[in-house]
């Protein structure tokens, strides 16, 4: 898995990486995603036994459908209204929708792990992103998580990979000068 471009979400605010055979940035893939529901259908037909765990109260398929999509508008509408006023409001940034993917005090990590929630009661939402700033992030993809550990399905597992990957690539290979990067 490669990265092969980054996008502008919101201009000196939110980014998107784009990886090779791809059609979409990240952010735009998501919630292309999780408005399908075609695509919700069959993930959460294959996921059926998850949602059947107490903690979900056992919810069927295609109210689950309904719950995603709700919350998918809820939280695209609310990440891109902070990514904008956090630009001038420092009481609302990305980083009070954005929380540490692990809560680790020893990690100082300029480019930390952040994770993001749905905005719905329960939600199984989560967008994944490096953190460069208070208000500057970048997303590496993102997951319905209907698991307590991120380690007990594969398409977590694989999220925990391109975050790891969009880290190396801030780090790495990152122009800091974001307006260089590709709109869209």
Not at 143 to 150: A, F, H, V
Request: proline content about 3%; hydrophobic content about 35%.
């Amino acid at each position: 898995m490669k990265i092969v471009s980054t996008f502008t979400v919101i201009e000196d605010s939110l980014y998107a990486v784009k990886y090779e055979q791809e059609k979409y940035n990240e952010f735009n893939k998501l919630f292309t995603l999780w408005n399908n529901a075609e695509y919700l259908d069959n993930f959460f037909s294959e996921h059926k036994e998850d949602l059947n765990r107490p903690y979900w109260g056992g919810i069927n398929p295609s109210d689950a459908i309904l719950k995603t999509r709700k919350d998918a508008k809820l939280l695209e509408k609310k990440i891109l209204q902070v990514a904008q006023r956090g630009k001038t409001d420092k009481d609302e940034t990305l980083s009070t929708l954005f929380k540490p993917l692990h809560k680790d005090p020893l990690n100082l990590d300029p480019y930390e792990k952040n994770k993001a929630y749905g905005l719905v009661t329960q939600s199984w939402l989560r967008i994944y992103a490096i953190r460069i700033n208070v208000n500057l992030f970048v997303v590496s993809g993102g997951s319905i998580k209907l698991t307590p550990n991120m380690n007990e399905r594969e398409h977590l597992l694989l999220e925990l990979k391109k975050l790891e990957i969009t880290q190396k690539y801030c780090k790495d290979e990152l122009d800091l000068d974001l307006r260089y990067f590709e709109m869209g």
